[in-house]
């Protein structure tokens, strides 16, 4: 019994971190975790243990990074994500088709636990407490995994009545689910985030594990793409209410994993595992995507980030640093305040509060910027351009660019040096169907209710 319980955990690692299977169409076989293999607390605690392993994150840097302007080729790129950076997109795209598989594949694994959770005997309050946690935190991840597919395989945000993704609150084996609609997609959004509420009151603290701030940390992003400016407002008011800012001199600190400030969520990564700093330097050294000329140009030589982000040549990224014997090895931050200082910014020039929006960005932005000079805005056009572009300067590198992009209806436009050598790589007209990914080619041929993204064939 116990073999097998340990087995699935690393069966699912092992699958989420390769991508090779499709996660909604996956064998019984495949999947050893039974309702058998989870017989106590302690079982149930390493499998959500395993759950969130399974968890890439990088996944979304990855891709964020590559197909923005935010990068252009390194020099020692020999084809690492040219595909993705030229946008040379269809159904069978392995970046596309890997955040597919591992978020279906990372929620099929909790759901099965799910299933189990509640028949679970328990011999004290504790034993009771923790189920509850538990139970929350799978909620939570379950509401964010399917929120990130939704971000990617979407058109729209705000029309509800479009094709989202699958929200599948089930154990899939052999079913072959329609899409979702983007409103029921938020209906189940809301389920899950309010049961989880009520379950994690109380539950720890550490950030490497799902704790009740994340939830409305999680609701304002969602409610910014929503376009609901009041729960946006809320929501990231009591995010900000509870983390500070870290002051000027320490940020570098966030970034060696040597101090929490700022972090609400991240996921754990430790010597072995997969070192985000290398989607950009290799650990022998090549550089496979160099920041860009424009990107650079967005800071000033008195903004801490500048220093932070990129190597003093401007030729490497180097926001996950690592250490000398794990190069690139950092943990992967989700979600960070100063995300939320800049919903609420947006949230409230939307609603025609224009000092509040400016009390935000100038919190942020004094927290980054020695000496630095608060602004105002003249009127809605200059805040929300001044807001975007403290989120392309503040989430870089982070997996924010592409989807701000989308939700605002911005052109991919780099310059012509960050394009080199694909001339026909510098502009991508907003609205352009590649930004929505495609279904995975594999999805559509297991799957006959399935539908495709408009733009994309199916071979």
Excluded at 374 to 387: C, G, H, P, R, V
Aim: net charge negative; with cysteine.
């Amino acid at each position: 019994m116990k073999k097998l319980k340990y087995l699935s955990i690393v069966l699912a690692m092992t699958l989420a971190f390769t991508a090779c299977n499709d996660a909604i169409e996956i064998d019984p076989k495949d999947e050893i975790v039974e309702s058998n293999a989870l017989t106590s607390v302690r079982d149930i605690e390493d499998a959500v243990i395993g759950v969130y392993a399974a968890i890439s994150g990088s996944n979304l840097i990855n891709w964020n990074s590559r197909f923005t302007d935010n990068t252009r080729k390194g020099v020692g790129n020999r084809g690492q994500g040219v595909q993705v950076h030229t946008w040379s997109i269809n159904s069978s795209t392995g970046d596309a088709a890997a955040m597919w598989n591992n978020m279906y594949l990372v929620n099929n694994r909790l759901n099965r636990v799910l299933d189990v959770i509640d028949g679970i005997p328990t011999e004290n309050d504790d034993d009771i407490n923790l189920i509850k946690q538990l139970k929350g935190e799978l909620l939570v991840i379950r509401a964010m995994s399917h929120f990130d597919l939704a971000r990617y395989y979407s058109t729209s945000y705000t029309n509800e009545s479009e094709l989202s993704v699958p929200y599948i609150d089930y154990t899939v084996v052999l079913e072959k689910p329609s899409r979702n609609t983007m409103g029921e997609v938020y209906a189940f959004l809301d389920k899950d985030l309010n049961e989880a509420s009520a379950l994690l009151a109380g539950s720890s603290s550490s950030n490497i594990y799902i704790t009740p701030d994340l939830i409305p940390a999680l609701r304002a992003r969602i409610a910014l793409y929503k376009e609901d400016n009041v729960s946006a407002i809320t929501n990231a008011t009591i995010v900000i209410n509870k983390f500070n800012l870290a002051p000027n001199g320490e940020f570098v600190d966030i970034w060696t994993d040597d101090i929490e400030d700022e972090v609400i969520f991240k996921l754990k990564r430790n010597p072995g595992e997969g070192a985000i700093g290398t989607l950009f330097t290799a650990s022998n050294g090549d550089i496979f995507f160099s920041p860009s000329d424009e990107i650079v140009s967005l800071y000033s030589d008195s903004d801490i980030r500048k220093e932070v982000y990129f190597s003093s040549d401007f030729q490497e990224v180097v926001k996950y640093p690592g250490t000398s014997s794990n190069a690139g090895l950092n943990d992967i931050k989700l979600f960070r305040v100063s995300e939320q200082y800049l919903i609420r910014a947006e949230a409230y020039a939307k609603e025609g509060d224009l000092v509040k929006a400016a009390a935000d960005y100038n919190k942020l932005r004094e927290k980054r910027i020695t000496s630095y000079v608060n602004e105002s805005f003249a009127n809605l056009t200059e805040a929300l351009s001044k807001i975007a572009l403290e989120r392309r300067r503040e989430l870089a590198f982070e997996g924010h660019h592409f989807f701000d992009l989308k939700r605002t209806g911005m052109d991919v436009d780099r310059w012509e040096v960050d394009a080199a050598p694909n001339p026909n790589s510098i502009l991508l007209n907003a609205g352009d169907y590649r930004f929505t990914l495609p279904i995975p080619q594999a999805e559509i041929f297991a799957n006959e209710n399935m539908v495709q993204n408009s733009g994309y064939t199916s071979n």
